[in-house]
């Protein structure tokens, strides 16, 4: 069966600007159709699926949209650049997320009944709900490229692709899973900044989408492990485990005059919603695959 896996990430000038502008339509439709899905009963409120009337209904219409979106990206893109439909889709689910406010909406204003630490925990189950919208874009990116069938040239042609990944270390995929996991929380922990200060949306989407790209990057070319399900998985982990943790130990370890203040979250993972995580966080872990592949290729062995 035919993977994305395998195609190339070398793209001519045409293949770029197909994928910029399938990423602008993208975000038209998630601005539009997936704000109406997703759009909270405060102007003010922060996307989250804790927001809507029924947060099963809402993911259902959010993953037709995302199959949509990634179907019509390997249609036109023909699979020549792997999880292109993933990436636009994760571009749209982002532009979406811009329009609602800062993870510290939540807590500010949680919904009604709900403790701090059960705040938390819900939004850990909502990562997972997020995670499933982007499943559905990579399942059907997938059938759709195997219904059109491969761009690429046969398997048994002894190309520079069908070359490289004979020589993939053994392993590679849980090696790059470790890297990307641990390196990116580093890298979000690091730039995303200090509890104390208020949740900024830009400083999240650069600290996720930057966090994630340079973690691949680096988990990529340390592993020749070229398929993105494991940095992807990468994001999955560092955000559910962070959720989870603040569930579990919803108090900031900061100092007493700081736990009393509204934004204050319980770890720098809670800092970004989890839709963020999911779009910011997945289109870095992607766009690093595609760098880190080409920066294998050409190095020497």
Same mark, same amino acid.
């Given at each position: ?9 070398h793209? /001519?000038s ?24 997703v759009?909270?009963?405060?102007? @003010? ?9 029924s ?5 259902a ?6 199959a ?9 893109l023909? =699979?020549?650049?792997p999880?292109?439909?993933? @990436?636009?889709v994760?571009? &749209?689910?982002a532009?979406?997320?811009a ?6 909406y939540?807590?500010? @204003? ?16 909502e ?14 990116a997938?059938?759709v ?12 042609t ?12 053994r392993g =590679?995929g849980?090696l ?9 929380a580093?890298l979000?922990?690091?730039? =995303? /900044? ?12 650069f ?11 680096? =988990? ?6 070229r ?19 603040g /569930? ?39 766009? &690093?695959?595609?760098? &880190? ?9």
């Amino acid at each position: 069966m035919v993977t994305t896996d395998a195609h190339s990430t070398h793209q /001519g000038s045409f293949d770029k600007l197909v994928l910029i502008l399938l990423c602008v339509v993208s975000a038209g439709l998630f601005y539009s159709v997936g704000w109406m899905v997703v759009r909270p009963v405060d102007p @003010f409120g922060a996307v989250s699926l804790l927001s809507t009337a029924s947060p099963v209904i809402a993911v259902a219409e959010l993953c037709g949209l995302a199959a949509v979106v990634a179907g019509l990206a390997t249609v036109l893109l023909r =699979g020549r650049l792997p999880y292109a439909g993933t @990436f636009v889709v994760a571009i &749209g689910l982002a532009v979406m997320a811009a329009r609602g406010s800062s993870a510290d909406y939540m807590v500010r @204003f949680p919904p009604a009944g709900t403790s701090r630490s059960a705040l938390f925990t819900l939004l850990a189950a909502e990562v997972v709900a997020w995670a499933v919208v982007i499943v559905v874009a990579v399942a059907a990116a997938r059938t759709v490229d195997t219904w059109l069938g491969s761009a690429n040239s046969p398997p048994d042609t002894q190309t520079p692709d069908a070359n490289r990944a004979k020589k993939q270390i053994r392993g =590679g995929g849980p090696l790059c899973l470790l890297l990307c996991t641990v390196c990116g929380a580093l890298l979000v922990r690091t730039t =995303g /900044g200090s509890l104390v200060t208020a949740v900024h949306k830009g400083q999240v989407y650069f600290s996720l989408a930057a966090g994630f790209y340079l973690a691949t990057l680096l =988990g990529v070319i340390v592993s020749r492990t070229r398929p993105a399900i494991w940095p992807l998985l990468a994001v999955l982990i560092v955000s559910l485990l962070g959720y989870l943790a603040g /569930g579990q130990w919803p108090t900031p370890a900061v100092a007493d005059d700081y736990r009393q203040l509204a934004h204050i979250m319980p770890n720098f993972v809670c800092r970004a919603m989890p839709v963020e995580y999911l779009s910011a966080g997945v289109a870095g872990a992607i766009a &690093g695959t595609w760098t &880190g592949s080409r920066m294998a290729s050409a190095s020497p062995d």
